[in-house]
């Protein structure tokens, strides 16, 4: 049964953790990803339909900030610190920057899905009142991401 007219929750940050683990935002039970980035298009355990939501940008745009605030200031203290040949400097903060990123970069694409499926931000019915500015906005919005990231944005601040 899909969660735009059923019983499973849409509260954001339960579904953002289930969807980190790799799990269906909506049941916590089926697979979100069919491969390292690719999004099935409904979850095998509860039918909830992924197929329209596109997260875009984000992930890539989360990862790099959040890289790029663990890895910089990491290598100028190592580097103000240690006192390192070049050659270390040179092998490991690109491995690392590296190895970070390809393990945020999935967790960041299930936050993005997971936070557009909880807010119905995109493809999915809205059905609620509160979802009219979205839908009004949309019809406006060159682009879908700056649809999502208002609509998560006005979701945040209506919680606050």
Request: aromatic residues 10%.
């Amino acid at each position: 049964m899909s969660a735009s007219g059923s019983h499973l929750p849409t509260r954001i940050w339960p579904a953002i953790a289930r969807a980190m683990t790799g799990k269906c935002p909506a049941c916590g039970r089926g697979k979100l990803f069919r491969g390292y980035l690719h999004q099935v298009e409904n979850c095998t355990s509860c039918g909830e339909h992924y197929g329209k939501t596109h997260a875009d940008d984000g992930p890539a745009w989360l990862t790099i900030l959040v890289v790029g605030h663990l890895v910089v200031p990491s290598a100028l203290y190592a580097e103000t610190t240690f006192r390192w040949p070049l050659w270390v400097s040179i092998t490991v903060w690109p491995l690392a920057a590296a190895a970070l990123t390809l393990t945020i970069l999935p967790r960041a694409k299930a936050v993005f899905i997971a936070a557009i499926w909880a807010m119905k931000a995109l493809g999915f019915p809205m059905n609620r009142p509160e979802d009219r500015i979205c839908r009004v906005f949309v019809r406006g919005a060159r682009y879908r991401e700056a649809y999502s990231l208002f609509c998560i944005a006005r979701h945040i601040a209506l919680k606050s």
